[in-house]
């Protein structure tokens, strides 16, 4: 079924991005699923208390309203991440408000957290049998007066369904969102969102990892208040990066001065330099899932090496299709053939200090 889903992809760039994107998800919730080929056991990954069988994932805001979490992990990714959820459903920017940039395969978005709301994800989450890791990624409505109780309402819904809680506060598409990672304001989210998972903890949810995810434009100063307050308030792990507002010089698509966050290929160097910055100051305080431009097995080892425990993609999976897992594994398999490495986890951060250190391709 998956080739047939590759065959389809091509296809699907005759439609506008937004539309491709919902004939994908038609297309994975009708999927018949046959026995995942087991994975090579050197890429088995132990991060936060939980086993991933691999440690490629599907990023937020390809299945935000949890309609296909399943089908994803058939498709041989390690973990699910679904979201961005806030409360109140949300219809989102006007249309159209995703572009590709196809000669950079790249894709600007401003979606502005388009998404059916808590009850309906809750809905459809109850009736699933769990199988596999799945991360959920909570918000903040734009017109919500209190965001951080947004934040905390998502970890006490979403506890008891959730193997990890993502806290998105690097939306580039929520005016405002991205000020909760400035000092005090983060401090004061990680404090009642901890305090979130504990209450639902007693009510027998289980005290569910939680990992905030960054945007790739904060400066290196605010990274270091950023990564002391996670370290003092001991979150689980971190996700570097969201989308990024900047535009390398190297953008070759006209639509690229299109308003919104820019995936893919063109994001790939800024986030492998944010996630090695970030590895650097954690100290294995915890770890960390890189995301940004990873569309090969290489840019998937590059993250590694520059600190990533944990990897994940979504504009990669657009260009190259839904078997994006199975090569990058394979792929995998090789590098780890080749350098003798013992395990995927043998190779986290061996080359953090060297990505830190490399100027950003723009
Ligand atoms: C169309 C689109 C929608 C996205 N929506 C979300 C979202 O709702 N929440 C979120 O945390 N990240 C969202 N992202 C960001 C991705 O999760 C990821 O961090 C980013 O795209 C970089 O990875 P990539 O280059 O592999 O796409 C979105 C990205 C795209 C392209």
């Not at 594994?329 to 190779?347: A, C, E, M, N, T």
Request: charged share 25%; aromatic share 6%; hydrophobic share 40%.
């Amino acid at each position: 079924m998956s080739l047939l889903l590759d065959l389809a992809l091509p296809f699907s760039r005759l439609f506008e991005a937004e539309d491709a994107h919902r004939l994908a998800i038609r297309a994975l919730s009708m999927m018949t699923r046959g026995a995942t080929p087991a994975d090579d056991p050197r890429l088995s990954v132990s991060a936060f208390a939980l086993n991933f069988k691999n440690p490629i994932g599907v990023a937020a805001g390809f299945d935000k309203n949890a309609e296909v979490p399943d089908a994803v992990l058939a498709l041989g990714f390690g973990f699910a991440e679904v979201g961005t959820l806030t409360p109140k459903p949300q219809a989102g920017n006007p249309r159209p408000r995703v572009f590709r940039l196809l000669r950079d395969e790249g894709v600007v978005n401003r979606l502005g957290f388009n998404n059916e709301g808590f009850n309906s994800a809750v809905a459809r989450l109850s009736r699933r049998k769990p199988s596999g890791i799945l991360g959920i990624n909570v918000g903040a409505n734009k017109n919500s007066e209190d965001r951080i109780a947004d934040y905390v309402a998502g970890v006490e819904t979403f506890s008891p369904y959730a193997s990890y809680l993502t806290v998105n506060i690097s939306s580039p598409n929520t005016p405002g969102l991205r000020d909760l990672q400035t000092a005090d304001a983060l401090n004061e989210l990680l404090k009642r969102v901890l305090e979130a998972r504990e209450r639902a903890a007693q009510k027998g949810s289980g005290r569910k990892p939680i990992l905030l995810k960054i945007a790739p434009d904060v400066a290196l100063g605010d990274l270091d208040d950023i990564v002391n307050i996670a370290r003092k308030r001991a979150i689980d792990g971190m996700i570097v990066s969201n989308t990024t507002i900047t535009r390398p010089t190297s953008l070759r698509e006209s639509n690229a001065k299109e308003q919104g966050g820019l995936s893919g290929k063109p994001l790939f160097d800024l986030s492998t330099r944010m996630l090695a910055e970030t590895y650097l100051r954690t100290e294995r305080a915890f770890p960390i899932v890189g995301v940004g431009g990873i569309d090969s097995a290489e840019t998937a080892w590059k993250k590694i090496r520059a600190g990533a425990t944990l990897v994940q993609l979504y504009t990669g999976m657009v260009y190259k299709g839904f078997g994006i897992a199975r090569e990058i594994k394979r792929g995998l398999s090789l590098f780890l053939d080749r350098g003798k490495h013992r395990s995927i986890q043998d190779v986290i951060g061996l080359g953090a200090v060297e990505a830190a250190a490399s100027r950003q391709n723009a």
